[in-house]
């Protein structure tokens, strides 16, 4: 069984006000107002001065799981929102690998999902250690980007884009976080992203929270377990009003997402679960034996979901 050992996040200490990022864009200010009033984003958090490997350095520097046991990585993954993360010829996933030790373990990066590679770089981990048959190896999964273009910056009328990165292990078994039930949906017609014509948006934007509580009641189906069974919600942090939109249709509390990180953070591409996860622990938000879910929607359309026991 495909289990979550450790996870470690960083955040950039530089915090920058929405109203910053939208006069750097050109934004109109009542348009940056409402983000701020109904969407519940106020700041994200940037690292000028550090380069995409560096911020994953700094999330390994972290994942004090990992020390003593790199010779039983036997894959380095990360998990990429965008196709395009730094400039040919480098390539950030490498200097990573070369940095930790990992020469040895084979890397790649997962792009497909968008912002729900991340789940499924922690899925395509557990697959690959499982056909292996080593009870004793382990995948390193990283999440999190750079936003370093206007593009990547903002998702008009939805989030801010911030940086952060996580660090996550993904073993075999064991006394560990267990995943019980993966659910994603994708829908093509929407493969233009944030390219799609007004009409497509807006077609997008319509089936969007029926999409998302599709595949949230897959997930909890395929664990087994009932979706009041799910003592919290680890979201992609886009915004605070579809979640409580949300809930509302699910007739899930809305005090059971982990929306703490929304105004703080902003969305930080894939690693938006992972760096929840870490802030549930602080605030000691997960006991043992508790079920929760990741969920996370990527552009292109991805929907996908994960349930865990703690």
Same mark, same amino acid.
């Given at each position: ?8 996040? !960083? ?29 519940? @984003? ?32 036997? !894959? ?23 940095? @930790? ?22 899925? @395509? ?124 249709? @699910? ?60």
């Amino acid at each position: 069984m495909t289990t979550i050992e450790a996870v470690s996040a !960083y955040l950039p200490s530089s915090v920058v006000p929405i109203e910053e990022i939208g006069a750097q864009l050109a934004m109109d200010p009542k348009q940056v107002a409402t983000f701020r009033r109904f969407y519940g @984003l106020s700041e994200v958090r940037y690292d000028p001065d550090g380069d995409l490997a560096q911020m994953m350095i700094n999330a390994a520097g972290k994942l004090t799981a990992l020390t003593g046991r790199e010779s039983q990585v036997r !894959y380095v993954l990360q998990a990429r929102t965008l196709q395009t993360v730094a400039p040919y010829p480098e390539n950030p996933l490498h200097q990573v690998r070369t940095a @930790l030790g990992l020469e040895h373990a084979v890397s790649f990066a997962v792009t497909q999902h968008a912002c729900a590679s991340g789940l499924l770089a922690v899925h @395509l981990a557990g697959e690959l250690l499982a056909a292996d048959g080593d009870p004793d190896a382990l995948a390193l999964v990283f999440a999190g980007e750079k936003a370093f273009t206007p593009t990547a910056q903002l998702i008009p009328n939805t989030t801010f884009m911030g940086e952060g990165s996580a660090a996550v292990l993904v073993g075999l078994g064991g006394d560990h976080d267990r995943l019980l039930g993966y659910a994603t949906r994708t829908y093509g017609q929407f493969n233009a992203g944030l390219r799609m014509d007004a009409a497509r948006a807006a077609e997008f934007e319509a089936i969007y929270q029926d999409g998302l509580a599709e595949v949230v009641l897959a997930a909890v189906e395929q664990a087994g377990v009932a979706l009041s069974d799910v003592h919290l919600i680890l979201p992609h942090n886009v915004n605070r009003l579809s979640w409580v939109r949300l809930c509302k249709q @699910l007739g899930y509390p809305v005090d059971r997402v982990l929306l703490d990180n929304v105004a703080s953070t902003g969305h930080c591409f894939c690693a938006d679960s992972f760096i929840n996860y870490q802030t549930a622990l602080e605030l000691e938000r997960l006991a043992p034996g508790d079920r929760y879910l990741m969920v996370a929607v990527g552009l292109g359309a991805t929907f996908s979901a994960m349930v865990f026991e703690h």
